[in-house]
C-alpha cells in the first residue's frame, strides 16, 4: 500500500526539497504551509514526475487547519492507511537583540517563535501519533537546526524555540523506545534556502557588505566551511523515514558533511 506523508513548509526550501525526494520513494505527500500557490508548485512538480501529492493550506500554529487539511483528501489517505510519516518542517526566524526581541518589532518574539517552531510541531505530533501507535507504525522528523544546540548573537526566540524542539524531541524518542513509531531530528548549519537568502539580506541592510561576501561569510561558519544544500537535509529525512533509527539527532554541517550522535555503520555510507 503507497504510504502517505505529510511535509509543513513544502512550498520552498528544505521542505519542498524533502517532499519531492520522499515522492521519489513512491510516498504519497501532502505538502502544506499557509501559502496555497507555493505548495501547489511542489504538488504538481511531484505530480509531473509522476508521483502522487496534494497542496493544502496548513497553519502550523492554527490546529483547526490540520483537520480541515486532512478532511479535504479524507478518503485518498485513509485509503492508504493514514498519516504514516510526519515531518515538521516549517519554521520561521527573526533576529532582534535578545532585550529587544519584543520591543524593536511589536510583537513578542519570544511568544512567535515558541508558536510556530515548537507549539506548531507538537501539537501536529498530539494530532498524528496517536493514530501511528494505534497503527503499530509512524515515523515523525522534526527539522530543528544547529540553533537547537548551540547559541546565534540576536537569535534569542528562535535559539529558544529550537532548543525546545530538541528537548522535547529527546523525551518523546525514549518514551516511544520498542515501538515501530520513532522521531527522530535534524540540525542543520546554515542551508542554502530562502531563509538564508532573508538573513544575507537583513546583514546587508544593516551593513552595507555586499551579498555574496555576506553568504560567503555564512558558509564559512559552517564546520564544513559551505552551505547545507536543501537536497542532503531531504536524503537524511528519507533515511530517517525509511530506517528504524529512534531518537537520532543527526547535525549537518555543510560540505555534505554530518554528525549523527550514535555513529551507526549505516551513516557512513551517506
Ligand atoms: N535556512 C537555514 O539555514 C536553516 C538552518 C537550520 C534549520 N532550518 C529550519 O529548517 C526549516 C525550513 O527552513 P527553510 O530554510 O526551508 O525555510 P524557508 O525557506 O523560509 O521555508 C519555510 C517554510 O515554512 C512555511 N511556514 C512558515 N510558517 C508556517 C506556519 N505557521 N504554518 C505552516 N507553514 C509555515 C513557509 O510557508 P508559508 O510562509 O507559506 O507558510 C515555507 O514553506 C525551518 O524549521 C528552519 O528553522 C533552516
Known amino acids: 500500500m503507497q504510504r502517505v506523508a505529510l511535509v509543513t513548509g513544502a512550498g520552498r526550501g528544505i521542505g519542498a526539497a524533502v517532499a519531492l525526494r520522499l515522492a521519489r520513494t513512491g510516498t504519497a505527500v501532502l505538502c502544506a504551509a499557509r501559502s496555497l500557490e507555493s505548495v501547489h508548485d511542489t504538488a504538481d512538480a511531484i505530480l509531473a514526475a509522476g508521483g502522487t501529492a496534494w497542496a493544502v493550506h496548513l497553519d502550523v500554529t492554527d490546529p483547526l487547519t490540520f483537520d480541515d487539511a486532512i478532511a479535504e483528501h479524507g478518503e485518498a489517505i485513509e485509503r492508504r492507511g493514514g498519516i504514516a510519516w510526519l515531518i515538521n518542517n516549517a519554521g520561521i526566524a527573526e533576529t532582534a537583540p535578545f532585550l529587544r526581541h519584543g520591543r524593536e518589532t511589536g510583537v513578542d518574539l519570544y511568544e512567535k517563535h515558541l508558536r510556530t517552531n515548537f507549539h506548531g510541531p507538537r501539537r501536529l505530533i498530539e494530532r498524528f501519533a496517536p493514530e501511528m501507535l494505534e497503527r503499530g507504525h509512524g515515523r515523525i522528523i522534526n527539522v530543528a537546526s544547529s540553533a537547537g544546540l548551540r547559541g546565534y548573537p540576536y537569535a534569542a526566540a528562535y535559539v529558544a524555540s529550537k532548543h525546545a524542539l530538541v528537548g522535547y524531541t529527546r523525551c518523546a524518542a525514549a518514551e516511544l523506545a520498542g515501538k515501530d ?90
Open 181 to 270: 513509531v520513532t522521531m527522530n531530528l535534524v540540525c542543520p548549519h546554515y542551508v542554502d534556502s530562502p531563509m538564508t537568502e532573508q538573513t544575507v539580506a537583513r546583514i546587508v541592510k544593516k551593513t552595507g557588505r555586499p551579498a555574496a561576501e555576506v553568504r560567503e561569510f555564512l558558509a564559512k561558519e559552517n564546520p564544513g566551511g559551505s552551505l547545507v544544500s536543501c537536497e542532503e537535509i531531504a536524503d537524511v529525512v528519507a533515511r530517517l523515514c525509511g530506517g528504524d533509527d529512534n531518537g537520532m539527532l543527526v547535525e549537518l554541517i555543510g560540505g555534505r558533511g554530518l554528525i549523527p550522535d550514535a555513529q551507526a555503520e549505516q551513516w557512513r555510507a551517506l
